[in-house]
């Protein structure tokens, strides 16, 4: 048989959509309010820090405060997750961000809450939130039989979430209170926990060694460096995180109101948005024999988003990058996770997950504080355009590593036997 009928030769048994399983649909659903109240909180948080009096740097220190925990303890969070189970992890994990929530709203309504007492709330919250997401990875596996198409649904729930999280929480701030807003987060994440919690039948079984935290750590560690292509991946990723990333969203945004207003920027950010939804739902058809190479390829469609605003392009030519941007972007997240969740074993993939999270992001908010100042040495353009140009030449360095070049779709029998684990 040749190379060219096996990458051509479609899976022997067609998977059932994801809409089938009353799993994936408790998930789904689980994530989608989830979702929905991360994107609120940005809104809310900013709004409430600011009506306490305490100026825009105190947003950035409750921002700094919320993800502080997450690059520090998300590691711990793989673990725990592979220890316990993702599903208790994550239920967990939402019940003590539904109280974090209430306690923010609480403080709120006294019109006497200080800004330490934000910065405590939201590192609680952050610290369930790197409990939360290294389990997320492991879930999709257990809940699908069709990983790929599972990937792409979440991946357009989290587009539209991002959408209409931050006008939902306009609206209550504006018609309620921003106390309100914060009920209506906890609201969320509550819904969410209980959500996952009819999971806790899923046919998996919690490690029961007695092996310390280190060692599982290490665990971790050796199955994500022993992958060339995971460890591959990440490592361009953290230099994209610091160089794209990081400058790309304040400085974009920054330039793209100067251009063409506040609701100019709003429709663009909007397109970026639908061409999110679209790379979600090109994810669920295209089954690419080299799922990482597509996905590459497709994310260069990103170097438009800071290559637009540094060149001054037209509102019309602006909207249509952001679309092609965002649809590059979200169908490389979906040729990612499900190559990533079909290549590492269920027993470590929350803990390869952690690892993947915490390269992923630790270094973007390095990049976002060193925005502002290089941008006032060479201008935001300039900076923006070398942003561009990084990011074609990151691109170029992935697909030139012959691990990423060769990974295929999900090994011969994985489907099968996925298949089988979900049905149990």
Known sequence: MTMDEVTVRPERVPLPSPWRSSRFRLFFTARSTSLLADGMLMVSLTTAVLGAGYGAS???????????????????????????????????????????????????????????????????????????????????????????????????????????????????????????????????????????????????TRDESDEPMSRRLVTGWHEFRSRSWLWGVIAVWSVYGLFVFGPALPLGAALLTEQHGASGYGWIASADGAGTIVGGLLGMRVRPARPLVAGAFAMFFFSLNPLAPALGWSFTLTALTGVLAGCG???????????????????????????????????????RALAGPAAESFGAD????????????????????PAIRALTRTPEGAVEAAAKDVAR
């Open 58 to 204: 105190g947003v950035g220190y409750a921002l700094a405060a919320w993800m502080a925990p997450i690059v520090l303890l998300v590691l711990f969070g793989g673990v725990l997750a592979d220890r316990f189970t993702p599903q208790v992890m994550m239920v967990g994990a939402d019940a003590v961000r539904m109280v974090a929530m209430l306690a923010l709203a609480a403080l709120l309504a006294t019109d006497h809450v200080r800004l330490w007492q934000i910065m405590a709330l939201l590192a609680l919250s952050g610290a369930a939130t790197a409990m939360f997401q290294p389990g997320l990875a492991s879930m999709v596996p257990r809940v699908a039989q069709d990983i790929q198409r599972a990937n792409a649904l979440l991946r357009i729930s989290e587009a539209i979430c991002t959408l209409l999280g931050p006008g939902v929480a306009g609206l209550l701030v504006a018609y309620w209170d921003v106390a309100g807003s914060f009920v209506v987060i906890a609201a969320f994440y509550a819904l969410s926990a209980l959500g996952l919690t009819p999971l806790r039948a899923l046919g998996t």
């Open 329 to 367: 972007f979200a169908f490389w997240g979906v040729m990612w996770a499900t190559s990533v969740q079909s290549h590492i074993p269920l027993a470590v993939l929350s803990r390869v997950s952690a690892y993947d999270v915490a390269g992923s992001i630790m270094v973007i908010p390095l990049g």
């Open 382 to 401: 300039r900076v923006l355009l070398f942003s561009s140009a990084v990011g074609v030449l990151l691109l170029a360095l992935m697909l030139a590593i």
